[in-house]
């Protein structure tokens, strides 16, 4: 294990200990975490640290996105602003927005809540699909953690 991968078992374990509502697994060796949806109309949220320096981040719905570091004191950093988001996606505060086409996933839309307003913060999706397809789409939250009242300052 690298040191940039022990730093991020030690990180997610120290925030892991202090909050026993979080349902997670660890894989691989412990570079990678899931943390399980609740209820259907949840995700799944991955989390991976591998040796390429990068942090990965994924859901079972298709949603990603990813943070490049090139040195230890970068993935510290970064663990901070990815583990928040990851909290906040463990809340009713932010939701994956996916399309489809002819009932397969193309894009992923990641939004937070505001003001009662959904803004789009993030996107992904596939460059390939079918364009003409009929398309509807599928909103997901989680409920495993209460909203941040902070989650704009």
């Not at 691989?28 to 259907?40: Q, S």
């Not at 799944?44 to 090139?70: K, P, R, V, W």
């Not at 307003?117 to 364009?131: H, Q």
């Amino acid at each position: 294990m690298t040191e940039q991968e022990k730093t991020f078992y030690k990180y997610i374990s120290r925030i892991l200990s202090e909050d026993d509502r979080i349902p997670y697994e660890w894989k691989k060796d412990k570079k990678e975490i899931v943390f399980k949806k609740l209820d259907e109309e949840g995700f799944d949220i991955a989390l991976n640290c591998e040796d390429d320096n990068y942090l990965y981040l994924s859901t079972n719905l298709g949603y990603y996105d990813f943070y490049y570091y090139e040195s230890l004191e970068q993935i510290s950093d970064i663990l901070p602003e990815t583990m928040g988001l990851v909290r906040d996606l463990l809340s009713p505060n932010m939701r994956i927005v996916e399309k489809l086409s002819n009932s397969k996933p193309y894009k992923w839309l990641l939004q937070c809540k505001k003001d009662n307003d959904w803004i789009t913060e993030r996107v992904s999706g596939l460059v390939f699909y079918n364009y003409l397809g009929k398309r509807i789409e599928k909103i997901y939250s989680n409920n495993t953690l209460p909203p941040r009242d902070n989650m704009y300052e």
